[in-house]
């Protein structure tokens, strides 16, 4: 584990994840994405495209893995859905090479009292290992398919079936040390950000 004292912000789709990062990040708190570094590890010419495309191209078919030298994720998801094996694949490629690059932001930040590492996997890979505490951003299942399909123009059934194959909201109730109720009014995010700030900035400093 880091010197440095890290809290793991994680939560479902359309919980609002980034929402409460950005309030961190408000208070001057280096915030490490890890979706920033699925798309780092798969940049245009990069190793791991490479084998993306030789893998994944021929089940594919008629439809490009690359788009104009980038991943096609839709493609991409479309044929690891429902295909575990594939998934397995993928992941064991990527997870690896995206805990590198967490590992790389982490050493190179100095001026930060603590450390966001915002994942929407923090409990499902090994990246709770990194992490001091945990910060789950939690709300109704109905909220939450609402939120996700008016932002990314799906359908409450498309959302349903990406919930689906995420770990369970109990599962990680249980596993969280803080909860964020992010089904309150958005103008009380700020206030109930800074309280955490001040108990993570006081973890940081008695670590």
């Known amino acids: 584990m880091s010197k440095q004292y890290i809290v793991g912000l994680t939560g479902g789709i359309g919980s609002g994840k980034s929402t409460v990062a950005d309030a961190f990040k408000q208070l001057g708190v280096r915030v ?52 575990a ?37 923090l409990f499902e890979t090994e990246q709770y290992k990194k992490v001091n505490t945990s ?31 995420q770990m369970s909201r109990q599962q990680k109730m249980e596993l969280a040390e803080y909860i964020f109720d992010n089904s309150l009014g958005i103008e009380s995010v700020d206030k109930r950000v800074l309280d955490l700030h001040r108990q993570f900035e006081s973890l940081a400093k008695s670590k």
């Not at 399909?149 to 799906?154: M, N, P, V």
Request: hydrophobic share 40%; charged share 25%.
């Open 32 to 83: 490490i994405d890890a979706d920033q570094a699925s798309r780092a590890v798969v940049e245009p010419e990069s190793e791991a495209l490479n084998k993306i495309e030789a893998y994944f191209q021929p089940i594919a078919g008629e439809i490009p893995i690359i788009v104009e030298g980038k991943l096609n994720r839709s493609a991409l998801r479309t044929i690891i859905f429902n295909n």
């Open 135 to 165: 910060l789950l951003i939690d709300i109704p299942p109905e909220l939450q398919i609402q939120r996700a399909a008016r932002r990314d123009g799906a359908s409450s059934e498309q959302i349903q079936a990406i919930i689906n194959t």
């Open 85 to 121: 094996d594939k998934k397995n694949w993928l992941e064991e490629l990527l997870h690896p090479l995206i805990s590198q690059w967490i590992d790389h932001q982490i050493v190179q930040t100095t001026k930060s009292p603590y450390i966001i590492l915002e994942s929407p996997l």
